[in-house]
């Protein structure tokens, strides 16, 4: 369960990287299954690499921040099984 400050955390972090990445969508969100104190916003991936990378790259930084101002540990997480499923269309 996402209290309340997670949830507004979560949507306001996608929302961010969404205007940054439009081409993103929302998979799921959940908690990390080695610790729940980790929440995971589970995105599809950008069929471009570098621009993969560099989701990868200001997802680290924003999560770094909202860690360090608010103590939540949320990460965006390109879906490995939305990948795949993009490679076979």
């Known amino acids: 369960m996402i209290n309340f400050k ?3 955390l979560v949507n306001d972090f996608f929302k961010t990287a969404k205007k940054k990445f439009p081409e993103i969508e929302l998979v799921n969100i959940t908690r990390s299954p080695d610790d729940a104190n980790h929440i995971w916003i589970n995105v599809s991936v950008p069929n471009n690499e570098d621009r993969l990378i560099e989701l990868t790259e200001f997802s680290s930084e924003k999560g770094h921040e909202i860690l ?3 103590g939540y540990w949320i990460s965006i997480i ?3 099984n939305h990948i795949e499923q993009c490679a076979e269309r």
Do not use: A, G, M, R
């Open 78 to 80: 390109p879906d490995k």
């Open 68 to 70: 360090l101002d608010y």
């Open 6 to 8: 997670e949830k507004e």
